[in-house]
């Protein structure tokens, strides 16, 4: 059985260094065709992915958070950590991970995800 | 603004049938489509446009035409009552995946 679950600080303050981790389990991120992506819903509004990090340690960010996003991952502990530089309010929302693998098509999609944990950004 | 186009809403009665669309620009093949529950995980419902998840049941059925991507659901529950969203790799730009606006399905 897969899962995700998303952790970290519901309230930031403006200019800090957002990091949430998300501990899986069901899978290995080891395994060839296995990701896991970020993705955040601002309150009211649609969702807005975030990054991807790949079974080979390959990442991939947004195109406009690139900047200020970084992925990483600890297969032993089955954790990937997302670290965003100088929030903002703007980046108030609910932030998921998810599990995203490789089909046989040859496209990822991301497939089973976390309940997602909401972030704040105030001072 | 989301790449991919949906309309904001759409409703119908138990029973009947109803289809959600997501449009857009560039090269967005291999849609899938997720059905967003108030304070739930998203649960994927389609993939590469048309294939259905174990689990998943037939009602929810995909299609993908040149230009647009369309979710339909049959046999409609009140349970179905949710938001939707299409997602697709963008290949215009680096390994991004883009999402549309939503859909909210109303069951009256």
């Known amino acids: 059985q897969v899962t995700l679950r998303e952790s970290g600080p519901a309230l930031v303050k403006p200019t800090q260094t957002l990091t949430l981790t998300c501990s899986y389990s069901?899978?290995?991120?080891?395994?060839?065709?296995?990701?896991v992506s970020w993705i955040r819903q601002p309150p009211g509004k649609a969702l807005e992915w975030l990054g991807r990090?790949?079974?080979?340690?390959?990442?991939y960010y947004s195109t406009s958070l690139r900047t200020r996003l970084s992925i990483s991952q600890d297969t032993s502990k089955n954790q990937v950590v997302l670290k965003m530089t100088n929030v903002d309010p703007v980046d108030t929302a609910t932030y998921y991970c998810?599990?995203?693998?490789?089909?046989?098509?040859?496209?990822?999609?991301?497939?089973?995800w976390g309940q997602g944990t909401l972030v704040t950004v105030s001072s | 603004q989301s790449v991919l186009t949906q309309p904001p809403s759409v409703s119908a009665a138990p029973g009947q049938k109803v289809t959600i669309s997501c449009s857009g620009s560039?090269?967005?093949?291999?849609v899938s489509w997720y059905q967003h529950l108030p304070g739930r995980a998203p649960k994927l419902l389609i993939y590469?446009?048309?294939k259905r998840p174990s689990g998943i049941p037939d009602r929810f059925s995909g299609s993908k035409s040149a230009t647009s991507a369309t979710l339909g659901i049959t046999g409609l529950q009140t349970g179905d009552e949710a938001d939707y969203y299409c997602g697709s790799w963008d290949s215009s730009l680096t390994a991004n995946w883009v999402f549309g606006g939503g859909t909210k399905l109303t069951v009256l």
């Open positions: 590469d446009s048309n």
């Open positions: 069901g899978f290995s991120l080891t395994t060839s065709g296995m990701c």
């Open positions: 560039g090269s967005h093949d291999h």
């Open positions: 990090i790949d079974w080979d340690d390959g990442k």
């Open positions: 998810a599990r995203t693998y490789l089909y046989s098509s040859g496209w990822y999609f991301p497939d089973y």
